[in-house]
């Protein structure tokens, strides 16, 4: 069974409509020719040179991206700036690229569910609705009652990763906001909502101040972390919703800090 490019943008906004996406973002099929047959996809966090060559060597159609590849509006494409190189090498090996970025986020099902599901979190409510009440940024939930400190060594086992931590590490945390990514204004909604602690990603000074201020514990992960599930958890749900018939294949080593 052959399989078109559009038949994966018509899935992909099945799962995350566009209409989720934030003003300023810029999200769908951004590389390609809708009619275009695809026979194996890779799924990333972020298109680099290293994705587009593991893609390039295992055959790869379509990549599938949380992060845009064009982002702002481009005068020109300069094959001698990073960009501009990465665009015209995908183009020369005829790689498409379709993206889902905040409106995976905000979906019910998208990224901050997962995240919110790895994280533990029961009984989970939207943290910021959108238009539509069962989606929107960050999720809140309950975990059984520990001190910051356990949460956040459980938080750097399952992501193999150091956490920085704001607040006592004694303190007992019950009540858990997520936001994957940048949560760092999400302190008002976390606190608002009744929130022990906030899980997020690229937290500044001055947001760790504010969260001491608001007397809001913060586990910082970093924003890869935050959202790394996303490449399993897409890959998962391409692969039960195509079948057999697609290849689909997975890229976790977009990770650009090492700890």
């Excluded at 990763?161 to 936001?179: F, S």
Aim: aromatic share 6%; net charge negative.
């Amino acid at each position: 069974m052959t399989y078109k490019l559009a038949d994966f943008c018509r899935r992909m906004e099945e799962l995350a409509p566009l209409e989720l996406a934030l003003d300023w973002d810029n999200v769908g099929l951004q590389i390609g020719e809708p009619q275009k047959p695809i026979a194996a996809v890779l799924v990333a966090l972020t298109v680099t040179m290293d994705t587009v060559q593991k893609a390039v060597e295992h055959g790869v159609d379509l990549i599938v991206a949380h992060h845009p590849v064009i982002f702002r509006p481009m005068r020109q494409i300069r094959t001698d700036t990073p960009e501009g190189a990465l665009i015209s090498t995908l183009l020369k090996h005829d790689l498409s690229v379709y993206v889902a970025h905040t409106n995976l986020d905000q979906a019910e099902r998208g990224l901050n569910h997962w995240l919110a599901v790895e994280a533990g979190l029961e009984e989970q409510q939207v943290l910021v609705p959108a238009h539509d009440s069962n989606a929107g940024l960050g999720r809140i939930g309950r975990i059984c009652p520990m001190s910051l400190g356990a949460y956040a060594e459980r938080l750097e086992a399952l992501w193999d990763v150091q956490v920085r931590v704001v607040g006592d590490r004694e303190r007992t945390v019950t009540k858990v906001a997520v936001v994957g990514g940048s949560g760092g204004d999400f302190m008002q909604h976390a606190k608002a909502a009744g929130a022990d602690v906030l899980v997020t990603g690229d937290v500044s000074y001055h947001d760790a101040m504010d969260a001491l201020g608001l007397g809001l514990a913060v586990v910082d992960a970093g924003h890869f972390s935050t959202e790394q599930l996303m490449v399993r958890e897409v890959a998962g749900y391409l692969q039960r919703t195509f079948g057999k018939h697609i290849r689909i294949l997975q890229d976790t080593s977009t990770n650009p800090f090492s700890f």
